[in-house]
């Protein structure tokens, strides 16, 4: 007998839970627990296994089980038997997640959420896979297949499954000690040149991006690459890194990961072309992308990059900003079609129907009609987005049939081309995407909005305090700066403990309007600690209030007591202290967010050119060696390490601005400092010999005073040169070589050429 749906109005104790991914729970009939003791409690009394689910509120095949599965009577009857149930999410409590992912990683080829595991009352785990379908589907079995074999062989052998249980927590015990200890190696600098070999071994020549589908976007792989060819621009090394990297930029803003109406980017292509994206959209995400858009635009003084960070910022601050200042997580992947439907669908937000393009840009190009004969925005606009009747989506990338018949955005050819194939000026048909697009984005509107994910996660607030606070000073926003310092404010009035110098990991909207922290288990990880210092430093830079960079100074001290290891150096992903987290692990991958390692070791470097602390570099130089082996060996899959590691092999630079900061003069300076791209600087203004920087480096103070008009004072090699105020002086000492052509827009220079294999 099929089962039937839960009955809607029926709320299991999820319900009184925070998450938003929880609570998408809270209606199951499966009788779920949070990650609580209860729970463990529970599967000890009645010597019952744990099923644990865990997975993210914008994850679209976390949402298909829970539909085929979790909101099913018959599968719930199973689970309520014969299991402890337990829903975690991920975003909340990254450091189960990362415990049983080892776990998964270890014995499965597939990995990924929904995570599923069972686990002995002890925690321990001893089966666990990702998705299971409702019914048996080629490769995978039905999940109530899984189920009913887990309980038979837990009725007949549990004795036996602890006894395994036990020996795979001492082996992956075992091995994540030794996986530590095999890393330690002092890293040679010949890893430099071999990550830049190991990444353009996987580089895609014609579509730009790394490796085999899905595509994602690598941020912290661009930030490597524009590092090493600040370093040594000229050479052929430096020439292609620049090369892969803008191509990847510019191809990935031409595709339908970008989404051309709404504005930011979708999580990642599951095609080769950038084109069909998984169309959840994450604020981890749009902050280091728009920060890589910064830096393309520094290095190419292409205006095309600072538009692409533009648009980011401008999706951040309509779509994912708390009125009290935070920012939201994610937006989902899923959503209705039309209002009164009933079923959710991939891309409906985002994907457009030719007829609906049509209805909706009827308009008639001015000055087109000859003999009758018209050209309509729609007809331009369809051109030039690959619009067309049948849909322009494979159906080899539609596994669920929602996009069957429309259509994903994506650049055919640049406006130029569409210009001559209309026979149209260019700047005609840019005021004809210009118009459509808004009337696009206005239809758009009216469309049921994807479920907003309103969790405030203090390591992706931090993210996004660096990118509105960098575009400040790069793209001269003002408004940019005011964003930015109300989330750092928000962090600290909400997130932060005083009294202990804690973090919080997680704020709830509610539906009232009132935010509160996380529950008093949900403390602050590595990474919350790593992104926040560099917003904060990144903020002080732009706004030079000295609060700011206190504050970052004050929290690596909290952040080193708590994740640093004493014995073999680098970060630890989580403190001590909780008896349900088995393993104590480091991450060595910076995948979609970087590790909290890599982070520390940007961070680091600055904080000892303002602090002039050596403690600071030496544990810089200790992260390295403790993650050696890797860089040494693999280190393309330390991108943002690497970065680090290269800035640590370079001169440093230290700027220090003295004078009236109030006049035009200023701005003068300022811009001078931001349109070179030399990320080897550290940047301070000193208005007084009681500012902070001129308390910790003394010989400050005699050049605090004095200065009416705006100067700068550059300090590298040992020696300060005398204060400046000619932008030519300052960007020589900033960049190696004299600025470098604007490149042309559409990005037809010789990419073959550059990074032949």
């Given at each position: 007998?099929?089962?039937?749906?839960?009955n809607?109005?029926?709320r299991?104790?999820?319900s009184?839970e925070?998450?938003p991914y929880?609570?998408q729970?809270?209606?199951n009939p499966?009788?779920?627990?949070?990650?609580?003791e209860?729970?463990?409690?529970?599967?000890?009394?009645?010597?019952k296994?744990?099923?644990?689910s865990?997975?993210y509120s914008?994850?679209?095949?976390c949402?298909v089980?829970e539909?085929?599965?979790?909101?099913?009577?018959?599968i719930?009857?199973?689970l309520?038997?014969n299991?402890?149930?337990?829903?975690?999410?991920?975003?909340?409590?990254?450091?189960?997640?990362?415990v049983?992912?080892t776990?998964?990683?270890?014995?499965s080829?597939?990995?990924?959420w929904?995570?599923?595991?069972?686990?002995?009352?002890?925690?321990h785990?001893f089966?666990?896979?990702?998705?299971?379908?409702?019914?048996?589907?080629t490769?995978?079995?039905?999940?109530?297949?899984v189920?009913?074999?887990?309980a038979r062989q837990w009725?007949?052998?549990s004795s036996k499954?602890?006894?395994?249980g036990?020996?795979?927590?001492?082996s992956?015990?075992?091995?994540?000690i030794?996986?530590?200890?095999s890393?330690?190696?002092?890293p040679?600098?010949?890893?430099i040149?071999k990550?830049?070999?190991?990444?353009?071994?996987?580089?895609?020549?014609e579509?730009g991006?790394?490796?085999?589908?899905?595509?994602?976007?690598q941020?912290?792989?661009?930030k490597?690459?524009f590092?090493?060819?600040?370093?040594?621009?000229y050479?052929d090394e430096g020439?292609?890194?620049?090369?892969m990297?803008?191509l990847t930029?510019k191809k990935m803003?031409?595709?339908g990961?970008?989404?051309?109406i709404?504005?930011g980017f979708h999580?990642?292509?599951t095609?080769?072309?950038w084109?069909?994206?998984?169309f959840?959209?994450?604020?981890?995400d749009?902050?280091q992308l728009?920060?890589?858009?910064?830096e393309?635009?520094q290095?190419?003084?292409?205006t095309?990059?600072a538009?692409m960070?533009?648009d980011i910022?401008?999706?951040?601050?309509?779509d994912?900003?708390?009125?009290?200042g935070?920012?939201?997580?994610?937006?989902?992947?899923?959503s209705l079609?039309q209002v009164?439907?009933?079923?959710?669908?991939?891309?409906?937000?985002?994907?457009w129907?030719h007829?609906?393009?049509?209805?909706?840009?009827?308009?008639?190009?001015e000055g087109?009609?000859?003999?009758?004969?018209?050209?309509s925005f729609w007809?331009?606009?369809?051109?030039?987005?690959?619009?067309?009747?049948?849909?322009?989506?494979?159906?080899e990338?539609?596994?669920?049939?929602?996009l069957?018949?429309q259509?994903?955005?994506?650049?055919r050819c640049?406006?130029?081309?569409?210009?001559r194939?209309?026979?149209?000026t260019?700047k005609?048909?840019e005021?004809?995407?210009a118009q459509s697009?808004?009337?696009?984005?206005e239809a758009?509107r009216?469309r049921?909005?994807p479920?907003?994910d309103?969790?405030?996660?203090t390591?992706?607030?931090?993210l996004a305090?660096?990118a509105f606070?960098r575009?400040?000073?790069v793209?001269?926003?003002?408004?940019?700066?005011?964003?930015a310092?109300?989330?750092?404010r928000?962090i600290e009035?909400h997130?932060f403990?005083?009294?202990?110098?804690?973090?919080?990991?997680?704020?709830?909207?509610?539906?009232?309007g009132v935010?509160?922290?996380?529950?008093s288990?949900n403390?602050?990880?590595?990474?919350?600690y790593?992104?926040?210092?560099?917003?904060?430093?990144d903020l002080?830079?732009?706004?030079?209030d000295?609060?700011?960079?206190e504050?970052?100074?004050?929290?690596q001290?909290i952040?080193?007591s708590?994740f640093?290891?004493?014995?073999?150096?680098?970060?630890?992903d989580?403190?001590?202290?909780?008896?349900?987290?088995l393993l104590r692990?480091?991450?060595?991958?910076?995948?979609t967010?970087?590790?909290?390692s890599?982070?520390?070791?940007c961070?680091l470097?600055?904080?000892?050119e303002?602090?002039?602390?050596?403690v600071?570099?030496d544990?810089?130089?200790?992260?390295?060696?403790a993650?050696?082996?890797?860089?040494n060996?693999f280190p393309?899959?330390?991108?943002?390490m690497m970065?680090a590691y290269?800035?640590?092999?370079?001169?440093?630079?230290q700027l220090?601005l003295?004078?009236t900061?109030l006049?035009?003069e200023?701005?003068?300076?300022?811009?001078a400092i931001?349109?070179?791209f030399?990320?080897?600087k550290?940047?301070?203004?000193?208005?007084s010999p009681?500012a902070?920087?001129?308390?910790l480096?003394?010989e400050?103070q005699s050049?605090?005073?004095?200065f009416?008009?705006?100067?700068?004072?550059?300090?590298?090699?040992?020696?300060f040169h005398p204060a400046?105020?000619?932008q030519i002086?300052?960007?020589n000492?900033?960049?190696?070589?004299?600025?470098?052509?604007?490149?042309?827009?559409?990005y037809?220079?010789e990419?073959?050429?550059a990074?032949?294999?």
């Open positions: 007998m099929a089962g039937t749906a839960a809607t109005q029926r299991n104790r999820l009184s925070k998450s929880l609570l729970h809270a209606t499966v009788d779920w627990y949070p990650w609580c209860a729970a463990i409690y529970k599967a000890k009394a009645e010597n296994p744990i099923f644990l865990v997975g914008t994850c679209h095949w949402h089980m539909r085929e599965s979790f909101s099913q009577d018959e719930a009857a199973l309520n038997k299991f402890i149930s337990i829903k975690v999410d991920r975003e909340e409590r990254p450091d189960v997640d990362r049983y992912m776990f998964l990683q270890a014995t080829e597939e990995t990924g929904p995570m599923s595991v069972w686990l002995t009352p002890d925690l785990p089966v666990a896979g990702t998705y299971f379908p409702a019914k048996d589907k490769g995978r079995r039905a999940f109530s297949t189920l009913q074999e887990v009725e007949e052998r499954i602890v006894a395994q036990s020996d795979i927590h001492r992956l015990l075992k091995s994540s030794a996986q530590m200890d890393s330690l190696a002092r040679d600098e010949s890893c040149l990550c830049f070999n190991q990444l353009k071994e996987t580089f895609d020549v579509n991006g790394f490796g085999s589908v899905p595509k994602f976007s941020p912290a792989t661009f490597f690459l590092r090493l060819y600040a370093t040594t621009p050479s020439q292609q890194a620049k090369t990297a803008l930029l803003a031409d595709g990961v970008h989404d051309h709404g504005n999580r990642y292509s095609d080769k072309f084109h069909v994206p998984h959840e959209k994450m604020l981890y749009q902050a728009c920060l890589t858009y910064i393309a635009f290095i190419t003084k292409d095309f990059f538009d960070a533009r910022l401008t999706y951040i601050a309509r994912l900003s708390d009125t009290e935070g920012f939201y997580s994610a937006e989902d992947a899923e079609p009164g439907d009933v079923q959710q669908k991939e891309g409906a937000f985002c994907c129907k007829d609906e393009v049509k209805q909706l840009l009827p308009q008639v190009v087109t009609c000859i003999a009758g004969q018209c050209i007809e331009v606009f369809c051109f030039h987005y690959c619009i067309v009747p049948e849909g322009n989506v494979p159906t990338l539609d596994s669920q049939g929602d069957s018949g259509n994903v955005l994506k650049v640049t406006v130029e081309e569409t210009a194939n209309f026979n149209l260019v005609l048909v005021l004809v995407l697009k808004r009337v696009l984005l758009r009216l049921p909005r479920h907003r309103d969790k405030i996660v390591a992706w607030n931090g305090i660096s606070a575009a400040s000073q793209l001269c926003d003002d408004d940019c700066l005011q964003r310092v109300m989330a750092a928000f009035v997130m403990n005083a009294a202990t110098g804690r973090l919080k990991r997680n704020a709830y909207r509610h539906s009232e935010r509160e922290l996380g529950i288990s403390d602050a990880f590595s990474p919350d790593a992104y926040l210092i560099r917003g904060l430093i002080y830079e732009a706004t030079f000295d609060h700011w960079i504050w970052a100074v004050q929290l001290d952040f080193d708590l640093w290891d004493t014995i073999r150096g680098g970060y630890f989580f403190a001590e202290g909780d008896p349900s987290i692990l480091k991450e060595d991958q910076d995948g967010e970087p590790t909290a890599s982070v520390a070791c961070n470097l600055r904080l000892s303002y602090a002039q602390n050596p600071y570099k544990r810089a130089v200790a992260t390295f060696t993650f050696g082996s890797r860089l060996t393309m899959v330390l991108p943002e970065s290269l800035d640590s092999t370079q001169q440093s630079y220090y003295v004078g900061c006049s035009m200023w701005k003068e300076l300022l811009n931001h349109s070179n030399a990320p080897n550290t940047l301070s203004y000193v208005p009681t902070y920087v001129a308390r480096r003394p400050l050049i605090a005073d004095g009416d008009r705006p100067q700068v004072y550059i300090f590298n090699g040992g020696m400046t105020s000619d002086t300052i960007a000492h900033l960049t190696p070589s004299p600025p470098q052509p604007v490149m042309p827009h559409n037809t220079f990419l073959s050429a990074v032949s294999m």
